[in-house]
């Protein structure tokens, strides 16, 4: 980030044009540290919440980057039915519509709670994070049912390269909503004991960023593999 | 919500110790609000534009990647803080990096999938030959 030679005892000269170092007004990534830690050594390094977040930030980009070779699998293979059936008949548009609204909904109270944890707000922060969780789970119980109601008809991830390709990708998002949802759960209690430590927050902004990425992820998996399948 | 907000003055806090946040609640609730709205109409578009015939046929999945690709972008923007902020260049420059790598995956698959495609035999052909 910054370099750390020679500001770092001085004291922060917070006066310098403060106007032009932005940084301000955004509650979740980078913003609302050290608005000062320009990167070029003037204010000592930047805060810890700004290089959390940064390395927060490239676990996920290595997380699309991952996903990408799913979603390159699939493109290649959406054609690969082997007879079988193709997404047109298999995929239902109303429970991905209504899958889609579940996860954008919690993203929305997720970045809600965000706000609230921003103010303190222990209530609001716990509220937010438990329709999150709820709305997340809706979404999973819907997934599930689908892949169930697919493999009970006998079109499991074996029936053709479509299909595994499918349920690779598209499952592999559920697990990853699934790993949310158990850490969402250790931190709702990790609120409850510990309260608004440092720490706590730090996590509180990892797994926001986290749950964002995961609906990030979702656009591109709606709009790839069930809106642009289902016209084929 | 609590009133009481310690005031931390900035010249007390060490690095790396937070500091408390400098904007109020309804900005911040607003920002996710117009997230929220633009995701929603986006997403809307996208499940419409799929039976419509607003649209030459063979050009909708070419408007459902834009209107993915900016549903990302607007993600980014109000859900994610992604912004040109001085700390945050980084974080942009890592993002383009990742990118770069998925356009590179994705396209370079597909890319060379249709050609390697183009040049097989068909099916039926080939397992004539192997008998």
Known sequence: ?232 | MTPAKEEINADDVAPGVMEAADHSIRDGIQGYLIGLALAIMLTVASFYIVHTPLIWGPGIPVALVVLAIAQIGVHLVFFLHITTAPDNTNNVLALAFGVLIVALVIGGSLWIMSHLNQNMLPMDQMTRMQR
């Open chain 1, 1 to 232: 980030m910054s370099s750390t030679t020679e500001a770092l005892p001085q004291p922060h000269r917070r006066d310098i044009a403060p106007a032009k170092l932005g940084g301000r007004g955004a509650p979740g990534h980078g913003g609302g540290g050290h608005g000062y830690a320009t990167g070029h050594g003037e204010g000592g390094p930047a805060s810890k919440r700004v290089i959390v977040g940064y390395g927060f930030w490239i676990f996920l980009l290595s997380d699309i980057v991952m996903f990408s070779c799913f979603f390159a699998a699939h493109a290649v293979l959406q054609t690969a039915t082997a007879g079988g059936p193709s997404g047109r008949a298999l995929f239902d548009p109303s429970r991905v519509a209504i899958e889609t609204g579940c996860l954008l909904a919690s993203s929305f109270t997720c970045g809600l709670s965000a706000v609230a944890t921003e103010a303190r707000s222990r209530l609001w922060t716990q509220l937010c994070l438990l329709v999150t969780g709820l709305l997340g789970f809706a979404f999973l119980t819907l997934e599930a049912k689908e892949f169930a109601g697919m493999v009970a008809a006998g079109n499991g991830p074996q029936r053709s390269a479509f299909l595994s390709s499918f349920f690779a990708v598209v499952g592999c998002h559920g697990l990853h909503v699934s790993a949310g949802l158990l850490w969402l759960g250790t931190m709702m209690a990790q609120i409850y004991v510990k309260g608004f430590r440092p720490n706590i927050v730090r996590r509180l902004l990892c797994f926001n960023l986290f749950w964002h990425a995961l609906d990030i992820i979702w656009v591109a998996l709606f709009t790839i593999v069930y809106l642009v399948g289902e016209g084929r």
